[in-house]
């Protein structure tokens, strides 16, 4: 978990950008009490502390629950061609290789928008079994469709 505090503070701006884009649209379509131009009235509500709270717990809990370190059983040096064609599928390219990991970064700045940056999918062949770490989304579609493949 080295990159624990990197990971809370994206999710952070992540969901402090969300929740004045809500509050945005709440007040041009008139849906908000609080006008723009007295927004320190929300510090002042219990709910808005409640929120602020809601938001620092979200962020400290998603690098646990947003990363992930799965095993792959099969071969993997023989099926190297397959692994990174299907990566290529996903939208991920061959980012490095080294002593048996390989590296797979995302191609479209949209998904590594989306992904906050953590785009970075790693292949670990030398372990034993092989594992495969990163975005909890990513590496479970990928998963989904590799294991199935390793098994033929």
């Known amino acids: ?69 799965r095993p792959i059983y099969g071969n993997i040096t023989e099926n190297r061609d397959i692994i990174i064609s299907l990566f290529e599928g996903y939208g991920f390219k061959l980012f490095s290789e080294k002593e048996g990991v390989m590296e797979f970064k995302a191609v479209s700045n949209i998904r590594k928008l989306g992904m906050l940056f953590e785009d970075s999918i790693k292949l670990d062949a030398s372990a034993t079994p092989a594992t495969l770490s990163g975005n909890r989304k990513a590496v479970t579609k990928i998963l989904f469709r590799l294991e199935p493949l390793l098994k033929k």
């Open 1 to 69: 978990m080295e990159r624990y505090p990197i990971r809370a503070f994206k999710y952070f701006i992540y969901l402090i950008v969300l929740f004045f884009i809500i509050y945005l649209l709440m007040v041009i379509t008139k849906t908000t009490t609080i006008p723009i131009n007295r927004f320190s009235l929300f510090l002042t509500t219990s709910e808005g502390w409640i929120l602020i709270g809601a938001i620092i717990v979200l962020c400290l809990a998603y690098p646990f629950f947003g990363f992930v370190k």
